[in-house]
């Protein structure tokens, strides 16, 4: 179990985004298994809009804050 690819694949916790078209936050993933990666190309599911690179990490971050606001704030 030693290979440098590994690292690629510790961050497998990628959040859907929603997408700005129809609200629906359930991803496709095309290009590469890391949607971060260059080359690699995400869309909605439900409605096949495509996100931008710079757009997609963008949302992936504003849903990351959410996602840990939530946790927090779930008492
Ligand atoms: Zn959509």
Redesign the pocket.
């Given at each position: 179990m030693a290979t440098g690819s590994e690292d690629s694949l510790t961050r497998t916790d990628i959040l859907p985004v929603k997408?700005?078209?129809?609200?629906?936050a359930?991803n496709t993933l095309d290009g590469a298994q890391d949607p971060l990666s260059p080359g690699a190309s995400v869309?909605?599911?439900?409605?096949?809009?495509v996100f931008g690179a710079e757009e997609y990490r963008r949302l992936l971050a504003e849903r990351q804050r959410e996602f840990e606001g939530l946790q927090i704030g779930e008492l």
């Open positions: 997408c700005p078209q129809c609200g629906e359930q869309g909605c599911m439900v409605c096949n809009y």
